[in-house]
C-alpha cells in the first residue's frame, strides 16, 4: 500500500500533521496531491512547544515540510478496499520488473545484482506496486530534491 | 509528470482577501493576496512580517514590520491560511490529548 | 547512533538499501513489526504497511518509545502514521520474540538527539 494512497483515502477524515518545525496541526483533510501538499478544514494549529494555540478555518501546507501525518486507524481498512480492486485490474507481470531496469541505467550503480533480484521482487511486487508506485514516486522524488536544495 | 494545475488549493478564493503565509526558515507574513501562479509564487500587498524572538528564531512575537508590496517565492512556502477567521485561542485540548 | 541502535536488538540483514526499483527495498518487512528512528531522534516502533520509493511510510499499530536515563521506556501508543521519508534515519528489522521478551521498565538510555542540517 502506498502511503499517499492511504493519504488520499483519508479525505474527510481528522488527521494531526506534524511539520519539520515542530508545529502541529489538527484539522479534517479536504484534499492532497502527488507531492503531499495537503489542504486541511478547520485547523487547530499549535506551537512547536506546545504553549499557544490557534484556530484557522482553513489552510493549505506543503508536502515537504511535513514530518509526519497521524490517521485514524479505521482509515487502513477502507483504503484496502480500493488497492484490491486496482491490483486485480493492473496486474501485468512484466511491468515491474522493466521499469525497475530501466531505472537503474540511470544511476549505473549495481546493474548485475540488481537484475537478478528484480525477477524475484517483481512478483511481489506485481501485485500493484509497479504501476501505481511509478508515477507518485518519481515526483515525489522531484519535490524531494527541490527541498534539499533550498535547505 | 502530469500536469502542475493540480493544486491541491484553489487561490483565486482567496484574492484581494487577507491571508497568512509561513516561509522555511520561519518568516512568518500576512498580506493581501493579489496574485499567484502555480508554483505558489505569491504577491502580497500591504504585506506585514511578524518578528521573531532573537532568543529563540522559531519564536514570533507580536512586533511586526511594514514590507509594502512582496513577492513571496513559492518555493520556500510553506503554509497558506486565510487571516479572516484565523485567531489565537486557550488550549482547546483537555488533558487526554498530551500535545 | 549505532550503539544505540544495538541496545534496540534491531537487525539489518534483509536492508539493501536501494534494490533495482531504486525504491528503498523495504518490500521483505511489509506486515512485520519495524523500528524507525526519525530525524528528530524519535524512535517509532509499528507494523510496516507500506511504502514508496521517496521512503514515505505507513506504520500500523505503531507506537513511540521514549527513552531516559532517569526511568524505563515510556511507550506512547501513536496509532496509524505516514512518515514522510525525509524525516526517517533509520529503518529497522525488529525480532518480535526477542523485542517482547525485552523489560521495558528496566531499559535506560540517554535520548537521541535530533540531526542537525
Given at each position: 500500500m502506498l502511503p499517499l494512497s492511504l493519504l488520499k483515502t483519508a479525505q474527510g477524515h481528522p488527521m494531526l500533521v506534524e511539520l519539520k518545525n515542530g508545529e502541529t496541526y489538527n484539522g479534517h483533510l479536504v484534499n492532497c496531491d502527488t507531492w503531499m501538499n495537503i489542504h486541511l478544514r478547520e485547523v487547530i494549529c499549535t506551537s512547536k512547544d506546545g504553549d499557544r494555540f490557534w484556530r484557522m478555518p482553513e489552510c493549505y501546507i506543503r508536502?515537504?515540510?511535513?514530518k509526519y501525518l497521524r490517521v485514524p486507524d479505521e482509515v487502513i481498512d477502507k483504503v484496502q478496499e480500493e488497492t484490491n480492486k486496482s491490483r486485480s485490474d493492473r496486474k501485468p507481470p512484466g511491468v515491474g520488473r522493466g521499469r525497475g531496469r530501466g531505472r537503474e541505467d540511470g544511476p549505473g550503480g549495481r546493474p548485475a545484482k540488481g537484475i537478478g533480484r528484480g525477477s524475484d521482487d517483481g512478483g511481489g511486487r506485481g501485485m500493484g506496486g509497479g504501476r501505481g508506485r511509478g508515477g507518485p514516486g518519481s515526483k515525489s522524488g522531484g519535490s524531494r530534491g527541490g527541498g534539499r536544495g533550498r535547505g | 509528470m502530469s500536469g502542475r494545475k493540480e493544486t491541491v488549493l484553489d487561490l483565486a478564493k482567496f484574492v484581494d482577501k487577507g491571508v497568512q503565509v509561513k516561509l522555511t526558515g520561519g518568516r512568518q507574513v500576512t498580506g493581501t493576496l493579489k496574485g499567484y501562479d502555480q508554483l505558489l509564487n505569491l504577491v502580497l500587498d500591504e504585506a506585514v512580517e511578524f518578528l521573531r524572538?532573537?532568543?529563540?528564531?522559531?519564536k514570533t512575537t507580536d512586533q511586526t514590520r511594514s514590507l509594502g508590496l512582496i513577492v513571496c517565492r513559492g518555493t520556500a512556502v510553506m503554509l497558506v491560511s486565510p487571516t479572516d477567521g484565523t485567531d489565537e485561542i486557550a488550549n482547546p485540548f483537555l488533558q487526554p490529548d498530551g500535545a | 547512533m549505532y550503539i544505540y541502535v544495538g541496545i534496540l536488538l534491531i537487525s539489518c540483514k534483509?536492508?539493501?538499501?536501494?534494490?533495482m526499483s531504486g525504491g528503498p527495498g523495504l518490500e521483505s518487512l511489509v506486515d512485520q513489526q519495524i523500528s524507525v528512528i526519525t530525524n528528530d531522534g524519535r524512535n517509532i516502533v509499528g507494523v510496516l504497511k507500506g511504502f514508496d520509493q521517496a521512503t514515505n511510510i505507513i506504520l500500523d499499530e505503531s507506537h513511540e518509545r521514549v527513552y531516559s536515563t532517569k526511568e524505563g521506556v515510556q511507550q506512547l501508543v501513536l496509532g496509524l502514521y505516514i512518515i514522510r521519508g525525509?524525516?526517517?534515519s533509520i529503518v529497522g528489522e525488529v525480532d518480535e520474540e526477542l523485542d517482547s521478551n525485552l523489560d521495558m521498565s528496566k531499559l535506560r538510555a540517554h535520548p537521541l538527539k535530533p540531526i542537525i542540517h
Open positions: 508536502g515537504n515540510t511535513i | 524572538d532573537s532568543d529563540d528564531p522559531l | 534483509n536492508l539493501n538499501c536501494e534494490e525525509d524525516n526517517i
